[in-house]
Each structure stands twice: as C-alpha cells, then as structure tokens.
C-alpha cells in the first residue's frame, strides 16, 4: 500500500511539475511573439515613414551681454544651450 501511494504522490508531483513548466514556456511563447509584432510594426512604420531623417545642424551665435561678456547660444531647433 505504500509504494503504490508513493507512486501516485510522485505521478502527482511529476504532472504538476510539467503543468507549471508548459504554462511558463506558454507564457515566454506569448511575450515573444508580442515583442516580435511591436517589433515588426517598428520597422514596418520607419520603411513607410521613407528616407532617414537627416541629423539636425546646430548653429552657434555669440551675444555680447551689457557687461561686455561673450554669451554664446547654440540652437538646434529642439531646445537653446546658452553658455555665460
């Protein structure tokens, strides 16, 4: 009577185990095929948006304040760096 309830209670505990184990690799199944969806969709958007966008040219204009100090401003079109 033991062996065969220490048969069962391993059958249970080796059934149990595979059920956690194809849930979890269900589970990184499912979030890599979501990642790779995100993933096409990028490269599929950047080939429909066309070309590369060019980089952005950042021009630099020296200021004089009422000091007589240089102030020199850069300007790239997103946002001004002015160094005193």
């Known amino acids: 009577m033991r ?5 069962f209670l391993t059958l249970a505990g080796l059934t149990l185990v595979a059920i956690v184990a194809l849930f979890t690799a269900s589970i990184g199944i499912a979030i890599a095929g979501a990642v790779s969806v995100l993933l096409f969709g990028q490269w599929l958007s950047s080939l429909l948006a ?18 007589g100090r240089p102030v020199r401003v850069w300007n790239d079109g997103k946002g001004t760096i002015i160094d005193m």
């Open 3 to 7: 062996s065969i309830r220490s048969f």
């Open 50 to 67: 066309g070309h590369e966008r060019e980089p952005v040219r950042a021009y630099a204009r020296t200021h004089r304040t009422q000091d």
